[in-house]
């Protein structure tokens, strides 16, 4: 019997992981359900295009899935039994009410996204039949994550395809002038991308880093009580606003158009919008989804610690990643994956401080950013594994009981040889 396929869907962005392997799962014609939720109408309150519901989550072949509501954890159990779902895709279990409970017999996928599954706890990997990670390096990133975790349970559970949302790129590089096209970009004038940060996410981005001023920074010091920060506010140089005021006129030096690429959740300054060549911000389609679109016709890609660095080394774009880590969050989950290579590698990226990057622009050119081909291959192999536009297949023909993918291999480390590394 063909499986029956849902995918949790909480917010409609999870579609930027979620559509390549529904495509994928649609070409054989396989049931797809879309189990969304908690309570869709109303999630979401500040960003309602997030809310996963019909209208805001567009994508090749939407109209062949079914459209599951619920509005509590508790009708879900019923609902995937009631439809016979034997397979379950999941993007994240950082806690137990994160997922749903399922009925017995329905098995539970993760999908990687980005740096997102390193969010998947070592506690709640027993309850999870899958982890379809990019390459063998991702699986050993997570175990310097999680280095408590049994390197047996990795090799059973984790299985490296690719990454499917580069399935669209043949398709993009196709469609190159088409692309410029539809998001109003000059054909002949040279793209400089930056990727905004979301300022929100700590106090030292909203109110140090993202703040205008050092009197919105005392501001909030005084609103959170975060008086030890304040001889830190007032010695910040350069703040966000400086960057984007260094990199908009370094793109007019260099004659080329500066595109801002928001998000929907993004809540950005004024001074970000109004030094915007071209501010672009989501919309209700998400495959392929705009940034994707964005990178590969992009002469430059500037990002904030990132994970769209994957992105652009695979679209053959040169990123500039500023490193604001040891100033924002030295100790979190994520300084691993930095340090991993993924970000300092001269072949398809650089990762200076942000401290330095109005001098870094002055010392170069737009015509110096150039990946090299053969660093960018060993890059792809690494991080990215199989770039042949069939991620998203191997995954669905794993469901299906199909051979393992050939690419993928035993996570064959030991713990000893694993903490010896790390030394």
Not at 102 to 108: D, Q, S, V
Not at 308 to 334: H, M, N, R
């Amino acid at each position: 019997m063909p499986p029956n396929i849902a995918f949790l869907v909480s917010r409609s962005a999870e579609l930027k992981a979620y559509a390549p392997v529904i495509v994928s799962a649609l070409k054989q014609n396989l049931p797809v359900y879309l189990l969304c939720g908690p309570d869709p109408e109303n999630s979401w309150p500040r960003t309602p295009l997030y809310r996963p519901v019909p209208d805001n989550m567009l994508f090749p072949g939407r109209e062949r899935t079914v459209y599951l509501p619920y509005r509590t954890n508790q009708e879900t159990t019923c609902l995937l039994a009631a439809n016979g779902i034997t397979d379950l895709f999941i993007l994240r279990y950082r806690r137990k009410s994160q997922v749903p409970p399922r009925p017995p017999g329905c098995h539970l996928h993760a999908l990687q996204f980005m740096a997102d599954y390193l969010y998947i706890l070592p506690e709640h990997l027993p309850k999870v039949d899958t982890v379809f990670v990019y390459s063998p390096k991702m699986a050993d990133i997570y175990h310097a994550v999680h280095p408590d975790v049994n390197p047996a349970t990795l090799t059973r559970k984790m299985v490296a395809v690719g990454n499917p949302v580069l399935d669209a790129l043949p398709d993009i590089k196709r469609r190159r002038a088409a692309i410029k096209k539809k998001y109003r970009l000059p054909n002949n004038q040279r793209v400089v991308l930056l990727l905004s940060l979301n300022i929100g996410n700590t106090f030292w981005q909203e109110f140090i880093f993202g703040s205008p001023n050092i009197w919105r920074s005392l501001l909030g010091a005084a609103y959170y009580r975060q008086f030890h920060r304040v001889f830190a506010i007032l010695r910040q140089k350069p703040r966000q606003k400086d960057i984007i005021a260094n990199l908009k006129n370094w793109c007019r030096s260099q004659n080329a158009a500066l595109v801002i690429k928001s998000r929907a959740k993004h809540d950005e300054p004024q001074y970000v919008r109004a030094a915007a060549d071209h501010f672009i911000t989501d919309s209700t389609t998400w495959y392929p989804y705009p940034a994707l679109e964005l990178i590969s016709i992009s002469d430059l890609v500037i990002i904030f610690n990132s994970t769209s660095v994957l992105e652009a080394a695979a679209c053959g774009t040169y990123a500039v990643s500023l490193d604001i880590s040891q100033d924002d969050a030295p100790d979190s989950k994520g300084t691993t994956f930095f340090q991993s290579g993924i970000f300092d590698n001269p072949a398809v990226s650089l990762w200076p401080n942000y401290r330095d990057f109005p001098a870094f622009l002055k010392q170069h050119n737009l015509s110096d950013f150039s990946v090299d081909p053969a660093g960018q291959q060993d890059y792809l192999k690494t991080f990215l594994g199989p770039t042949d536009g069939h991620a998203a297949d191997r995954i669905i023909n794993h469901v299906c009981a199909s051979p393992q993918p050939p690419y993928s291999r035993p996570y064959s480390k030991t713990r000893e040889q694993l903490q010896s590394a790390r030394q």
